[in-house]
């Protein structure tokens, strides 16, 4: 795992589908900016090792954090709708038993330590 763009905000998607469906009723003229995510600022390296601890496996870490991460400030959403239901370590639990059960991806890179804008 790639720990270059070392910091994210993360959210389970039926957290951001229903904050999404709610936030129909904030619409307004100007338009305002809501982001939809979790309120943390979650460490890629300490998920990586996450992952590694429940699939029993090594976690392979490469580069060093440069101080760049996928972050929004999710805080106008979460003082409206409240924090999202599933916190980041339910979902990171979730995600391994899935992948342990042999679930299907789509099997599409994410490009996350991508930091040009080219994905």
Known sequence: MDVTTGFMNGIWQGDCCDQVLRSFDCAAIPASILNVTGPE??????????FGELLGKESKITGTENGKGYINNAAKANSIFGNPSVPIGKI?????????????TSGKPTHFETQDGKY
Request: aromatic share 14%; no cysteine.
């Open 41 to 50: 600022i979650l460490s890629v390296r300490w998920i990586a090792k996450r």
């Open 92 to 104: 990171i639990e979730w995600i391994a038993d899935w992948v342990q059960k042999g679930g299907q």
